[in-house]
Nanobody
Framework: QVQLRESGGGLVRTGESLTLSCVAS????????MDWYRQAPGNQRELVAR???????NYADSVTGRFTISRDNAKNTVYLQMNSLKPEDTAVYYC???????????WGQGTQVTVSS
């Protein structure tokens, strides 16, 4: 059974930083692409950052230059380093795993990030 567990969310002020973590179990982590999504109240869930099984990264325009996604395959963990946070970054952040070959997808339960102005 695949499980994803996010942590690291919280309440911060504008300009501060947070690092989110997502630990995966039940799948061979290195064979999966890993994404961070976010969803603010009243908005659709949006892709924030992706790191492929091969280590290629992509970012939404709104976070480019401020957020960094990384992975540690030995720890089955993907990270999202978030710097220079803005109130518009406030959302529930979700971790998503996509198997590189089968396409099977799994979601975590989400972690709340709140940025005060």
């Amino acid at each position: 059974q695949v499980q994803l567990r996010e942590s690291g969310g919280g309440l911060v002020r504008t300009g501060e930083s947070l690092t989110l973590s997502c630990v995966a179990s039940g799948s061979i982590f290195r064979l999966n692409h890993m994404d961070w999504y976010r969803q603010a109240p009243g908005n659709q869930r949006e892709l924030v950052a992706r790191i492929t099984s091969g280590g290629t990264t992509n970012y939404a325009d709104s976070v480019t230059g401020r957020f960094t996604i990384s992975r540690d395959n030995a720890k089955n963990t993907v990270y999202l380093q978030m710097n220079s946070l803005k109130p518009e970054d406030t959302a529930v952040y979700y971790c998503k795993m996509t198997h590189a070959f089968s396409g099977s997808q799994y979601w975590g339960q989400g972690t709340q990030v709140t940025v005060s102005s």
